[in-house]
């Protein structure tokens, strides 16, 4: 008898660039473990966090999504909801994988944070960038050593997605220039939608103060492997409980595909993206592993803005999917499962 293929159950989660409005709203109460969780983030924040649910749901928010205040809370309410929705289904991850910021939520849900300390520190950073100078980011469709020329000034690698990939991140006046540099000279760049320069120098002023903050905090190394997109591989216990390593990431480079490189290289994987806009799941599929079939890819959220129905109808597949494993090959999630400690 020939044994199924099995892939084991990677969760990702996106970070900042994949917001955008109403992303996921039309799960908010029709679906009452994702509508549970994130209610419960935003009910850490008091009444920002009940002004932030509100613009999330308007059509016409009072605060844009670019907005840090915005876009942080929400982003992250949203990545971790997704996450205690897919383990509501009695998957068991056997990793997870964040970017950016969604590194929080994986941390959550892998045991190195409690949800009310990695909120906090969400709000402190969110507090601090409000001191620090406007900047961007910008994606670029190129490799780092093709943009050295255009660095400096304060403008930075941000994060490295894929091999021509590249996100560069700086202040509004030296970021502004490289964008007209590079329209001039011919390459292909969107902007990202974030008014923070993220990963770069800029904010290195909320190192010492988050660090500070988070020596208050009891962090635990993870009960599952947490892959970090800073180090490209799983975090060992010392690295998931120090206030310097969290502290540092808002200056320190993204490196997604690199880490993807290692998680793919370990075995075959069913990689579900548990967040919004579908940036990681694009990333992935262009990964030799992928497109070789050997591992798969699955999307829970839309790619953009599409309506309620169209947010219910692709978690509804993805659960399909998953469960069914119609078309991943198997996976090795176990059922069934406790939710995440919260």
Same mark, same amino acid.
């Given at each position: 008898?020939?044994?199924?293929?099995?892939?084991?159950?990677?969760?990702?989660?996106?970070?900042?660039?994949?917001?955008?409005a109403r992303m996921a709203a039309g799960l908010y109460r029709?679906?009452?473990?994702?509508?549970?969780?994130?209610?419960?983030?935003?009910?850490?924040?008091?009444? !920002?966090?009940?002004?932030?649910?509100?613009?999330?749901?308007?059509?016409?928010?009072?605060?844009?999504?670019?907005?840090?205040?915005?876009?942080?809370?929400?982003?992250?309410?949203?990545?971790?909801?997704?996450?205690?929705?897919? !383990?509501?289904?009695g998957v068991r991850p056997d990793a997870y994988l964040g970017?950016?910021?969604?590194?929080?939520?994986?941390?959550?849900?892998?045991?190195?944070?409690?949800?009310?300390?990695?909120?906090?520190?969400?709000?402190?950073?969110?507090?601090?960038?409000?001191?620090?100078?406007?900047?961007?980011?910008?994606?670029?469709?190129?490799?780092?050593?093709?943009?050295?020329?255009?660095?400096?000034?304060?403008?930075?690698?941000? $994060?490295?997605?894929?091999?021509?990939?590249?996100?560069?991140?700086?202040?509004?006046?030296?970021?502004?220039?490289?964008?007209?540099?590079?329209?001039?000279?011919?390459?292909?760049?969107?902007?990202?939608?974030?008014?923070?320069?993220?990963?770069?120098?800029?904010?290195?002023?909320?190192?010492?103060?988050? $660090?500070?903050?988070?020596?208050?905090?009891?962090?635990?190394?993870?009960?599952?492997?947490?892959?970090?997109?800073?180090?490209?591989?799983?975090?060992?216990?010392?690295?998931?409980?120090?206030?310097?390593?969290?502290?540092?990431?808002?200056?320190?480079?993204?490196?997604?595909?690199?880490?993807?490189?290692?998680?793919?290289?370990?075995?075959?994987?069913?990689?579900?993206?548990?967040?919004?806009?579908?940036?990681?799941?694009?990333?992935?599929?262009?990964? !030799?592993?992928?497109?070789?079939?050997?591992?798969?890819?699955?999307?829970?959220?839309?790619?953009?803005?599409?309506?309620?129905?169209?947010?219910?109808?692709?978690?509804?597949? $993805?659960?399909?999917?998953?469960?069914g494993t119609a078309d991943a090959g198997g996976h090795s999630?176990?059922?069934?499962?406790?939710?995440?400690?919260?």
């Amino acid at each position: 008898m020939t044994l199924p293929h099995r892939r084991s159950v990677v969760l990702m989660f996106p970070g900042t660039g994949a917001q955008h409005a109403r992303m996921a709203a039309g799960l908010y109460r029709r679906e009452p473990v994702f509508t549970a969780a994130l209610d419960e983030v935003l009910a850490l924040l008091g009444p !920002e966090g009940a002004d932030a649910r509100a613009d999330w749901l308007a059509t016409h928010p009072a605060v844009p999504m670019e907005a840090d205040a915005r876009s942080a809370p929400l982003l992250f309410a949203v990545d971790y909801a997704m996450g205690r929705l897919v !383990e509501s289904w009695g998957v068991r991850p056997d990793a997870y994988l964040g970017h950016s910021m969604g590194e929080f939520a994986a941390a959550v849900l892998a045991g190195v944070f409690p949800l009310p300390d990695a909120v906090r520190l969400l709000w402190e950073r969110v507090r601090l960038q409000r001191g620090t100078p406007r900047g961007g980011m910008l994606a670029v469709a190129a490799a780092p050593p093709e943009l050295a020329g255009y660095l400096g000034s304060g403008v930075v690698v941000a $994060a490295v997605n894929a091999p021509r990939h590249t996100v560069l991140s700086g202040p509004d006046t030296p970021l502004e220039a490289v964008a007209r540099r590079l329209a001039a000279d011919g390459r292909t760049f969107r902007k990202l939608a974030s008014r923070t320069p993220y990963h770069s120098p800029a904010l290195a002023p909320l190192v010492a103060p988050t $660090a500070e903050l988070l020596r208050t905090m009891r962090l635990r190394a993870p009960r599952t492997p947490l892959h970090s997109a800073y180090t490209t591989g799983p975090l060992d216990p010392a690295e998931a409980v120090s206030a310097e390593f969290w502290a540092g990431q808002p200056t320190a480079p993204v490196l997604f595909w690199a880490t993807l490189d290692r998680l793919l290289a370990d075995r075959d994987r069913v990689l579900v993206e548990a967040g919004p806009s579908q940036s990681l799941t694009v990333l992935a599929r262009a990964h !030799e592993a992928v497109r070789a079939g050997r591992s798969v890819v699955l999307p829970t959220l839309p790619a953009r803005a599409a309506g309620p129905e169209e947010d219910r109808r692709s978690v509804r597949a $993805a659960r399909d999917r998953l469960l069914g494993t119609a078309d991943a090959g198997g996976h090795s999630g176990t059922l069934p499962v406790d939710l995440p400690a919260r």
